[in-house]
């Protein structure tokens, strides 16, 4: 049986994402407890199940969906540590060139259209190695043409989060869906063993570094 013909599960699968967000803490960031978190997310399961259907099961470069928490829930400098690396334990970090308050200015841009929600769904997620070592600007262009969206700062950690094999040597991404107005371009890439949110600039291209991507983002069919 070929990776092609395994069953997805999409039920399943989103039951495990709303495990790995409770297991590393998500709830308390929200306010809530495990079961007021859990029923926030709950309604967003029709929609993963009725899109998902037929898919391929997640690679490490490309998933079906993903639930997406927002900062109106957490914020980013408390989802960034709740990351790690594949089959590693050390905490994501912030990369020390994003000043005090800085993450904040980074929001998503007017090409991003985001479900009225504090979390959705993302679906058919792509980290973009095909742009590793492409210039970010030709590499957005390029998305762009292709009818998907860049991903959000948020959706970038929730990847990292739900699917760690996505973030892996040489096969890192950048993070276009959020900017400041200014040249720079947030990525996620790997520092000392552990996951670090930094940024580059749009004109500058790395060989480790491509360009994340999806198809849409939905909320709950209620």
């Known amino acids: 049986m070929t990776h092609d013909e395994i069953p997805f599960e999409a039920g399943a699968e989103f039951d495990r994402q709303v495990q790995t967000l409770v297991a590393r803490g998500y709830p308390a960031l929200a306010g809530l407890d495990e079961a007021g978190f859990a029923a926030l997310l ?3 399961r029709a929609t993963a199940t009725g899109r998902a259907a037929g898919m ?4 490490e470069g490309r998933v079906p969906f993903m639930l997406v928490v927002t900062r109106e829930l957490a914020p980013v400098e408390e989802m960034v540590p709740r990351t790690t690396l594949a089959r590693r334990t050390k905490p994501g970090v912030i990369d020390r060139h994003y000043a005090e308050g800085d993450i904040a200015t980074f929001v998503p841009t007017k090409e ?13 997620v792509e980290r973009g190695e095909e742009f590793c070592n492409a210039i970010p600007n030709d590499a957005m262009a390029v998305i762009a043409t292709r009818d998907r969206t860049l991903l959000t700062i948020e959706e970038g950690l929730a990847l990292a989060n739900q699917f760690p094999e996505a973030l892996a040597k040489n096969k890192c991404f950048s993070l276009g869906g959020s900017r400041c107005g200014d040249r ?9 063993n552990a996951p670090k949110l930094g940024w580059c600039w749009a004109g500058n291209p790395h060989t480790w570094l491509g360009m994340a991507s999806a198809a849409d983002r939905a909320g709950s069919l209620g």
């Open 42 to 44: 709950a309604p967003l």
């Open 56 to 59: 391929v099961p997640p690679t």
């Open 112 to 124: 991003v259209e985001l479900p009225d929600a504090r979390a959705y769904l993302l679906f058919d």
């Open 184 to 192: 720079r371009v947030p990525a996620l890439w790997i520092s000392q």
